[in-house]
């Protein structure tokens, strides 16, 4: 017998508690300053679910164990495509959510009449009918009006019919496992099963110190190999990312035993519970003590007492918190160690390589820091607000000369796919008329961290030898940029802006002076050895301009928005420069895979509708990682047209958003995309295993309804021979009164026949074999 950890009233109580919370948080986010609420509230669903899928195995009977993990899974799948609503179309993201109410309010309902007609009639189960119902009706009613408290109410809505669940279900206890098993089982009377349970149950508890152990050394284990993979250094994240990857193999051992095996186990034994019955019934015709040792008696109980001690251990991990961690651990482990393993050979994920994760914890704290961090760098420059100010020269570069720059958006995955391009961008960017080269968004992934640097940025710019800029990208921001820091500011600056960065968190966080001076010595240390040209800016943006032409660059962080310093930075550049020709770089598209992405905060769309106010024909960035041309036509009668390029083939995973997307579905009426629909699909089809290959046709004819093609990118992403990986080169030509923005793939410079496009995007005198070309008027 094992000593109860808490007893069950208690347990109840915990457990309400905890949803209680969940409810009062969701039913409160419309009072804060939420970015985005979908993803705050599918948050708070995901724990209920947690919450009611342990809970459920902890409930005494089949029936209500059962609805347990059918009510946790559905509000699982609402919080997960709540958290993935930005990756979802809208409608099916709201029809989906429809549909998983609606069945589970069926269900409830199915049990309320069946209970009716049995004449045992039990309003338990209308009242979570009631509750889906009436969450399905406030959906419908407020559709598109008030969206934050209508998410806020119908999330917590969800969490308190869990609450109700959680506290009328009856629970079970340890102490009577083997009896609820010989019950589940309808043997409960027969004296040689039951003397069998207890005997099982009790040499469960004396394994329990033998199962502990191997599980410490398979965590310890799975620990040293992310290690090994992810390298060591004395940051926060060089310390927790392993830490955290070990964290979600254990995650994904729980969720395969919980939610894999358990369920799998309870619907098997379901089936076969008659079958059990009568085995056992066959087995004691003849008494035990005249049984044969060798029979098909001995053979029939064994696999019985192995299925009987498989659910013995599963039901105590419903009874016992230690036993349903320890259990869980103890059957998925073993399945985490194998996806650990393979995940290299399936390719790039986010979501199943746990050494990914990390940057998922940094992405939610980066994301609430993001501004807060970059005003205290700002103010550390000790520079004043100004149209000069964050002015960088780079040499060559008059009032008078024509030049050229590159700029190269999200390079740094360190693989493949960004060294296939280095030949084509040490031979663009050392010509003689480039004189600087920038990097837009994500210089290094998964997480920006110091230790990535040498491997993803230095090495593969080696022998670069133009000044090389940057403005980071989210991924940069999750090291609290400090890698970036240290690498393209003056190290001066990087000591100061990064001792700001710390004091702004009250000094709670694990860099210190040492690791401040250390990461600033590595980054001398690498742009020495490999000769390449950085540390020359003071803040996360800048600009580069002369008498007719300004480069603003901005820096979106982590949420699409700009803090209050910059923002003033930016209207004062941009008021300095009017009749100038304005090109912007920004660490995130306005228009992208195929669709307007403005509009994804206000704060983004403000700033949109900020560059439309002061004219600014030019808007570049990166992020989305391809080559996609839009051509915004002039709005409410401005007379102004801007020219809007995603910029962010220059090495990471491809996104194949735009070139899934329907022709007809384009936001602008002149457009182009690189790569094109029919190249990509052929790498795609002749690359694509066997096992993948319904998820692949899924993605070509439905364009992965009800998910966005986009957010499956990764999964057909293969880093092999075609490449489409691209980056451009800017002429900025005074002598000729133009800007010419010529694109390049890893053969050189693109032709039109590699591009797939609509309306006037390709000039009429420009024909399929012509190099790529857009040329814009300078004054």
């Avoid at 039990?122 to 979570?128: E, G, K, Q």
């Avoid at 254990?250 to 309870?266: E, Q």
């Avoid at 400090?482 to 500011?489: E, I, K, L, R, S």
């Avoid at 010419?740 to 496009?757: A, K, M, S, T």
Wanted: hydrophobic residues 45%.
């Amino acid at each position: 017998m094992t000593r109860r950890f808490l007893s069950p009233s208690i347990q109840r109580f915990i457990f309400t508690g905890i949803g209680v919370l969940l409810a009062v948080l969701a039913l409160l986010m419309p009072y804060w300053e939420v970015a985005e609420p979908d993803t705050y509230i599918g948050g708070l669903l995901v724990w209920a679910a947690i919450l009611e899928i342990a809970h459920g195995f902890r409930r005494a009977e089949n029936q209500a164990r059962l609805s347990a993990w059918v009510s946790g899974a559905v509000t699982l799948m609402i919080g997960m495509l709540l958290i993935n609503a930005s990756l979802l179309k809208q409608e099916a993201l709201v029809n989906f959510i429809y549909v998983l109410l609606l069945l589970d309010a069926s269900r409830y309902l199915y049990f309320f009449i069946r209970s009716w007609r049995g004449g045992n009639l039990t309003w338990r189960v209308f009242l979570p009918a009631l509750g889906n119902g009436l969450i399905v009706l406030l959906m419908f009613l407020f559709r598109g009006k008030g969206i934050e408290w209508v998410i806020a109410l119908c999330g917590s809505l969800r969490i308190l019919g869990t609450i109700y669940n959680l506290f009328t279900a009856r629970m079970g206890t340890t102490i009577h496992v083997a009896e609820d098993i010989v019950e589940s089982m309808g043997m409960k009377g027969n004296e040689e099963v039951e003397l069998l349970a207890a005997k099982i149950g009790a040499e469960d508890n004396q394994r329990s110190a033998i199962d502990a152990s191997w599980i410490i050394t398979f965590v310890l284990i799975l620990f040293f190999i992310h290690l090994g993979r992810m390298g060591f250094d004395q940051s926060a994240s060089g310390i927790l990312s392993p830490v955290v990857a070990v964290m979600g193999d254990m995650f994904i051992a729980l969720i395969f035993a919980f939610g894999m095996v358990a369920p799998l186990r309870a619907l098997f034994r379901r089936t076969v519970g008659l079958f059990e019955r009568s085995l056992w019934k066959w087995i004691q015709k003849i008494p035990e003590a005249e049984r044969r040792f060798f029979s098909l008696r001995t053979l029939a109980i064994a696999w019985l007492k192995r299925q009987m001690r498989l659910s013995i251990s599963i039901r105590k991990s419903g009874y016992n918190f230690v036993n349903a961690f320890r259990n869980g651990l103890k059957i998925g482990l073993p399945f985490s160690a194998l996806l650990a393993a393979i995940i290299p050979v399936l390719g790039m994920s986010w979501y199943f390589d746990t050494e990914n994760w990390a940057s998922g914890v940094w992405d939610s704290y980066a994301a609430s820091r993001t501004d807060v961090w970059r005003e205290a760098m700002i103010a550390a420059t000790g520079e004043k607000i100004n149209a000069e100010a964050f002015r960088l020269h780079p040499p060559g570069i008059t009032d008078s000369t024509d030049f050229s720059f590159v700029v190269i958006g999200d390079p740094g995955e360190g693989d493949p796919s960004q060294y296939v391009l280095k030949d084509q961008i040490l031979t663009v960017s050392n010509k003689k008329d480039v004189k600087f080269v920038v990097i837009s968004s994500d210089v290094i992934y998964p997480s920006g961290a110091m230790r990535d640097y040498e491997r993803k940025f230095f090495l593969p710019f080696k022998g670069v030898t133009k000044p090389i800029y940057a403005i980071p990208g989210n991924h940069d921001w999750y090291d609290a940029l400090d890698g970036f820091v240290a690498t393209f500011f003056t190290p001066a600056m990087a000591k100061l802006a990064i001792e700001a960065r710390v004091r702004s968190d009250l000094k709670f966080t694990g860099t210190t002076e040492g690791t401040i001076e250390s990461i600033i010595r590595q980054a001398s240390l690498l742009r020495k050895e490999y000769q390449v040209p950085t540390g020359y800016q003071t803040a996360p943006f800048f600009q580069v301009s002369n008498d007719y032409f300004v480069l603003l660059t901005v820096d979106t962080g982590v949420l699409r928005r700009v803090d209050a310093s910059q923002l003033a930075w930016i209207k004062s550049v941009l008021d300095a420069s009017k009749g100038k020709f304005v090109m912007a770089l920004l660490g995130h598209p306005f228009y992208a895979i195929g669709e307007y992405q403005g509009n994804m905060t206000p704060e983004f769309e403000a700033l949109h509708e900020l560059l439309r106010a002061y004219k600014v024909p030019l808007v570049m960035a990166g992020d989305t990682h391809d080559l996609e041309y839009y051509k915004e036509p002039p709005q409410q009668g401005d007379g102004h047209t801007m020219h809007h390029f995603v910029n962010g083939g220059g090495g990471a995973y491809l996104s194949i958003g735009a070139a899934m997307a329907p022709a007809n579905s384009r936001p602008t009426k002149d457009w182009a995309i690189y790569p094109s629909r029919e190249p990509l699909m052929h790498k795609i089809d002749s690359l694509t295993p066997d096992w993948k290959y319904p998820g692949w046709i899924w993605l070509k004819k439905y364009n992965g309804y009800p998910f966005s093609a986009e957010w499956l990118s990764a999964a057909f992403d293969y880093n092999q021979a075609p490449y489409f990986q691209s980056f451009m080169e800017i002429k900025v030509e005074r002598s000729r009164n133009r800007i010419r923005l010529i694109p390049y793939g890893v053969h050189g410079q693109l032709r039109w026949n590699d591009l797939e496009y609509g309306g006037m995007a390709r000039p009429a005198s420009a024909k399929d074999s012509d190099l790529v070309e857009w040329t814009l008027r300078l004054q």
